[in-house]
Every structure is written in C-alpha cells, then in structure tokens.
C-alpha cells in the first residue's frame, strides 16, 4: 500500500515563506501529484498540482506565490510558499493519482499568524 508522507508546515508570520514536500513510500510514479487545503469551516479546495509531463495548475489566490514542483527521481513533490497570507492557514494534504485512483497524505497543518 502507497503512503504519501508530508512534511515542512507549521507556524510562519504573515509575508513568511513556508516549503512543504511529500514523498511516496514505497516510490511510486502518479501521473499528477499536487496539493490541497481545507481550512476550517470550507470545502478540501486544489491549491496546485502538476502533472508527469511538468504542467502545472494553481488555484487563483496563490498565483504568483506558491510555486509546485516535482522531483521525479525521488518521487517527491513540493509547495513553495511565500508571502504567506492568514487566509492561507488550512491543513494541506499532498495528493497524487494513479491508474485512475486518488491517494492523500494525512495532511499537515500551516498557520499563518503574528
């Protein structure tokens, strides 16, 4: 059984930087990978994803800020984060699909505060 182990959230001021990575284990190759966030009280919303082929979709409130990448090597994809807002605290969940099946982290939470 895949797992998709998260790592890199936690506590940041706002305007601060955070990275988050994930990582399958055992290594797996999805088709697309990305990261989601729910905040609380909202809906699990797509924040970033990319696809094998290195296309990348984000959502319109962190264009400019966040940026995802993958390392296929290693199987890992990443959220850079910057200028970190408030309305950016969720717990993020890393996300990745194969043969048509989705599989997700158990999330990790960031939280932007002074």
């Known amino acids: 059984q895949v797992q998709l182990v998260e790592s890199g959230g936690g506590l940041v001021q706002p305007g601060g930087s955070l990275r988050l990575s994930c990582a399958s284990r055992p290594i797996w190759r999805f088709s697309a990978m990305g990261w989601y966030r729910q905040a609380p009280g909202k809906e699990r919303e797509l924040v970033a994803d990319?696809?094998?082929?290195?296309?990348?979709n984000y959502e319109d409130s962190v264009k400019g800020r966040f940026t995802i990448s993958m390392d296929s090597a290693k199987n890992t994809v990443y959220l850079q984060m910057s200028s970190l807002k408030s309305d950016d605290t969720a717990v993020y969940y890393c996300?990745?699909?194969?043969?048509?099946?989705?599989?997700w982290g158990q999330g990790t939470q960031v939280t932007v505060s002074s």
């Open positions: 990319i696809s094998n082929g290195g296309s990348t």
């Open positions: 996300w990745g699909r194969k043969w048509g099946n989705d599989y």
